[in-house]
Structure formats: structure tokens, C-alpha cells
């Protein structure tokens, strides 16, 4: 069989790198795209450390040029694309009333657009290619939920949700699937600020089982998405999130 391609942003750190590892683990190659190319060459070396096949590719996924080029070097290196993960992700801009704005046009740009970006070039490039493949973009139950202090954050994730339904519809003819996963409280850096808020014991309480989600764990749910045998999915928000949304 042909080995699959999966590109995987965001690949650097967190979610991102723990789904590289796990589809290079599965066989996969993978393109590990981050703009962050000292972490995400360290991610190529902890794949290649195991046996696996890597490569880095520097992304600003703010830009619609850049991300394009993502795809057509991955393709040019390994010939095809068969998984595009858009992860990569920052975090909000603080309080509606207290913006700060710098902040709140870059968390749009990049968790928004990035994933926007992320399905054109992908989906056209598989289109192209005639590749049945499929696009995983990362949600959030914050897509759904409210928490305070968050409000950019919110809009982005509530944007990812419809865009992977949007696509979807569109996609289906060309035997493209499209979903989106949404974490929950996932222990990756994004959350520092409430670890240093001393917020960490108010998160696990939310969390069925009193312990906040590995990166591992989400990863082994993208991995199991973006199988033929999940074909049955599209459309839809996989909730990763270990019932946070399910309770309160």
C-alpha cells in the first residue's frame, strides 16, 4: 500500500506534535509545519528517533501564500497529500471590553483564517491530485461554551465549527472529507495563563474523571478520524474534550 501523507500544523509543540508522532508511529509520513522551526525540527528528530519518516516545513499560517506553499512542498517532497491537520493555535485576547487589539486581529488571523487557508489549499491540491482524503481542523468546546476573558478565542472556534461544515458540503463530491475535533482542557502551553492564574483545580473539575486531557489522547482521536473506516463522519464535531461539555 502507499503510505499516506498527513500535514500536521502546529506540529511544534502540544497537540500538533504528539499527532505527528502518533501518524508517524502508524506508518505515515509526516510534514511537521510549524513557524517555530527549532521546535519543529526537534519534532522531525523525535520522529526519525523512532523510525519514522519527517520532514519540517517553516508555516506562518496567517498567510494565505505561505500556507499554499506548505502544501505544494509537501507535495513535492513525498508526491501526494492524504491528511491535512489545521492545528495550529494561539490564545485569546483577553476581556470584550478590554481587547487588546493587536492581540485579538492576530488570534483571528491565525486560528480562523489559518484554518481557512488550510482547507482551500489543502482541497484543491487533493482535488487536483484526485486524492479521497481528509481535512481535521481544530475546535474547541469554546466553539460551544463561554468562559470568561476569552472572547476572540470563542469566535475563532465557533468560525472553525461552520467552516468544517461549510467545506464539508462542498468537498463531498470530490470524496474529500472534512471534520473538526474540539478539545477540551487540554494540558499543553496554550493553557499557562490559568495555570498561572492558579485556575488548574477549577479546569479539572470540569473534566469527567478529575484530570485534564493529555496531547496523546487527542492525538489518538485525529488519528482515528482521519481512517477510511471513519468515512461515516463528515461534517461533524468530534468532541475530544472528555465530557468538559457534556456537564456543568
Do not use: W
Not at 505527528?20 to 505515515?28: H, P, Y
Not at 492558579?198 to 492525538?219: F, H, W, Y
Amino acid at each position: 500500500m502507499t503510505k499516506r501523507v498527513a500535514v500536521i500544523t502546529g506540529g511544534a509543540s502540544g497537540i500538533g506534535r504528539e499527532t505527528c508522532l502518533q501518524f508517524a508511529r502508524k506508518g505515515d509520513r509526516v510534514v511537521v509545519a510549524d513557524f517555530n522551526e527549532a521546535a519543529g525540527r526537534e519534532t522531525v528528530e523525535m520522529i526519525e528517533a523512532e523510525g519514522g519518516e519527517a520532514i519540517f516545513i517553516q508555516v506562518d499560517v496567517s498567510k494565505q501564500e505561505s500556507v499554499n506553499a506548505l502544501v505544494d512542498q509537501a507535495v513535492q517532497a513525498y508526491g501526494r497529500i492524504d491528511v491535512m491537520f489545521n492545528n495550529a493555535g494561539i490564545g485569546g485576547a483577553g476581556p470584550v471590553l478590554s481587547q487588546n487589539m493587536d492581540l485579538y486581529h492576530r488570534t483571528i488571523a491565525v486560528n480562523q483564517h489559518g484554518v481557512a487557508y488550510g482547507i482551500m489549499a489543502a482541497g484543491n491540491k487533493m482535488k487536483e491530485l484526485g486524492i479521497r482524503g481528509v481535512i481535521i481542523n481544530t475546535a474547541s468546546v469554546f466553539g460551544f461554551l463561554a468562559s470568561p476573558g476569552t472572547f476572540a478565542y470563542h469566535a475563532t472556534k465557533g468560525a472553525v465549527i461552520m467552516m468544517s461544515k461549510s467545506a464539508a458540503l462542498e468537498l463531498a463530491p470530490h470524496g474529500i472529507r472534512v471534520v473538526a475535533v474540539a478539545p477540551g482542557a487540554v494540558d499543553t502551553p496554550i493553557i499557562q495563563g490559568y495555570k498561572d492564574a492558579g485556575m488548574i483545580d477549577s479546569m479539572r473539575q470540569k473534566v469527567m474523571g478529575g484530570e485534564l486531557t493529555k496531547p496523546e489522547t487527542v492525538a489518538k482521536s485525529v488519528y482515528l478520524v482521519s481512517l477510511d473506516e471513519a468515512e461515516a463522519i463528515n461534517g461533524s464535531v468530534v468532541m475530544v474534550d472528555q465530557g468538559y461539555a457534556s456537564f456543568k
